[in-house]
């Protein structure tokens, strides 16, 4: 592995280029120079960039593709290491979720063409619905797990990670987290090595996953367990940095970078690989010092491993279980144990109150759908993920639930045949529909139930930077593919009440609404209109307020855009609104529901 980031050469001289790289795209370098063939992923904050980067290689290096869901990414994958040739699957911890089915029978299977999975975590729970810990995976599949602390270890240990799947006949997952992922560094760079085809491997007994051949394939896979184990005592990927015996440090990923900062001296093991460990390298560690301190992010899994040897390691008691480290906690956790004196107790600090809650964008498409709800019927709301999972704060408060990727319609379902008194009704995107939400709507139609499903249609992938899918028309690579048609998709599933609305129109979208909730059954709207942002942000004139005709209704307000806001004059003891138009894109969703027709185009315009 290369571990000199300012290094010049090659052992043969030649130059080496040297470039500031994040995580991810450190990443999709290691997995190009290692000769990866096929590249799979859906995208998910913080592992998206993973996929766009390798899209950036040449398209004859290798195939980088957009999957539907992580599960069907993962089986991309797997299909290519069938097929001898070196395969990448990316996503976020959750996407592991939804591909651990698949995971979990790979493992007894093995890989041919060498198989890495990436997964990113999201310690602090930055963008997601949880903050799991992916080695708990690794465990429990007994796969081994990577974690690089910086890019050039992100790049080093991806190519390793191939080498390792195919010597050991196994998927490795390399474990990235949100702060590796976008923090950026200097990075070696190397040349691609073509990894040979080996072609496909006629095995039925090892690649077809009936009972008799998984009780054979198990015994197997516990003795490479211990053929990984006995290579991982002197890979060099586990550093131990030695220094005084007083007390040392086990630590793995981002974390090591948070005790050099806190402790430049101390005695380090540093463990490339969670899992599994170098019992053997951690016995003799913690016999060379006095105390043994575990730092890791989430949950436990360095520590208990190392107490069942034995070995009396303290971490959690010291370092949270929860959220994302830092130098801060690092250090507060070696002052408690008495290893670093304590600072002096700083002045508390107060930070003011934000204005408002998180919001949609100005002009959003959502925004209609989601006061459509709240204004024109009493309903019952499961939500789903994406940027309008936002629409849950004040002041839509459009949606009552939200679980996982795809679960609107499952739990629209649920509360409808547990007999919810209201009107039920499911929001969910296009591309989480066409990710996990169509099984749920098959199974809607099936089991009669009397519900609502909202499709919310941006034509993008927006909440993870606006990627390409399905119903892009796009691949990843931007090439012109077929676009699914979702009505005739909804109806070809048994849907008879299906109509598409441009959000844009609010006489529309309330009209439309009230007559899906007033069917028996299952019926769908296709709420139409394209993000605002991607794939580039529109602009329109912005709108202004005639502030002697404002009254102060504030139903504009409802909107939730942040284009809206008070103004100085006031009515009734209400402040008054304008319009910012450095925000404002000219939507006319506010214009539309303004009851006093004071909200207009500005009169240079209209002329």
């Known amino acids: 592995m290369r571990t000199e980031p300012n290094a010049i050469s090659h052992a043969g001289g030649n130059s080496l280029e040297i470039r500031p790289l994040t995580g991810n795209e450190a990443i999709a370098r290691g997995a190009w120079e290692a000769g990866v063939k096929v590249a799979a992923a859906y995208p998910g904050t913080p592992s998206t960039e993973i996929m766009e980067s390798l899209a950036g290689y040449p398209a004859e290096d290798l195939h980088a593709q957009w999957s539907t869901n992580e599960k069907v990414a993962l089986d991309v994958a797997i299909g290519a290491s069938f097929a001898g040739r070196r395969a990448l699957a990316a996503m976020k911890h959750v996407g ?21 999975i990436v997964v990113s975590d999201d310690p602090g729970i930055h963008s997601s619905q949880n903050e799991q ?27 390793l990670a191939f080498e390792l799947s195919e010597q050991f006949d196994t998927p490795v997952i390399v474990r990235t987290t949100t702060r590796l992922s976008h923090t950026r560094s200097a990075v070696v760079l190397g040349p691609r090595i073509e990894a040979a085809a080996r072609g496909f491997s006629d095995k039925p007994s090892k690649n077809v996953m009936i009972p008799a051949h998984a009780r054979l394939r198990h015994p197997a896979l516990l003795v490479r367990e211990e053929k990984l184990k006995e290579y991982l005592e002197s890979a060099p990927i586990q550093r131990w940095e030695k220094s005084g015996v007083d007390f040392g440090v086990i630590t793995a990923g981002t974390c090591y970078t948070y005790v050099r900062e806190v402790l430049p001296e101390a005695n380090v093991l540093k463990l490339g690989a969670s899992w599994p460990l170098p019992e053997k390298l951690i016995e003799r560690f913690c016999a060379s010092v006095h105390r043994v301190y575990v730092v890791e992010e989430l ?11 034995g070995i009396q390691a303290i971490g959690k008691a010291l370092f949270p279980r929860l959220g994302e480290l830092s130098p801060e906690l690092v250090r ?64 839509l408060r459009g949606i009552d639930t939200c679980v996982s990727m795809g679960s609107s319609i499952g739990n629209a379902i649920g509360m409808s045949k547990a007999g919810e008194s209201k009107p039920v009704i499911a ?36 909440m993870t930077g606006g990627q390409d899918h399905p119903g892009t028309g796009r691949t990843l690579r931007r090439e012109p593919t077929h676009q699914v048609d979702y009505e005739t998709l909804v109806r070809a599933v048994g849907v008879q009440w299906v109509r598409t609305v441009d959000s844009y129109d609010v006489a529309a979208m309330y009209q439309t609404l009230r007559e899906a909730v007033a069917h028996k059954g299952v019926s769908v709207i296709i709420s139409n209109r394209p993000c605002v942002l991607d794939p580039v942000k529109i602009k329109g004139p912005p709108l202004e307020v005639v502030a002697k ?10 909107l939730g855009c942040p284009a809206l806001t008070w103004s100085e004059q006031w009515y009734e003891g209400r402040h008054k609104v304008k319009i910012d138009a450095s925000l404002c894109i000219g939507c006319t969703l506010c214009a539309q529901v303004c009851a006093m027709d004071c909200i207009k185009m500005p009169v240079a315009v209209v002329q």
């Open 96 to 116: 592991l979720n939804v591909a651990a089915d698949a995971f979990m029978s790979v493992t007894y299977i093995g890989a041919h063409g060498g198989l890495v």
């Open 133 to 159: 810990d992916t080695r708990l995976y690794g465990v429990l599949a007994t796969v081994p797990v990577l974690e690089p602390s910086d890019a050039q270890e992100a790049l080093d240990m991806t190519r």
């Open 299 to 309: 949950e436990p899994v360095i520590e208990k491993e190392v107490r069942s040897l």
């Open 332 to 395: 507060a956790g070696f002052e408690t144990a008495g290893i670093l004196e304590a600072r002096p107790t700083a002045a508390p600090w107060t930070p003011e109150p934000m204005a408002r809650p998180p919001v949609l964008c100005a002009g959003c498409p959502h925004m209609t759908s989601f006061n459509a709800l709240r204004t024109v019927v009493d309903a019952r709301v499961a939500g789903d993920i994406g940027c309008y999972t936002l629409s849950c704060l004040d002041p």
């Open 427 to 462: 929001t969910i995107g296009d591309s989480t529909f066409l990710h996990a939400g169509l099984p749920g709507l098959i199974d809607a139609v099936y089991n009669q139930a009397n519900i609502t499903v909202i499709l919310l249609d941006n034509h993008i992938t927006a």
């Open 549 to 558: 005709d404002c009254n102060a209704c504030q139903s504009c307000m409802n």
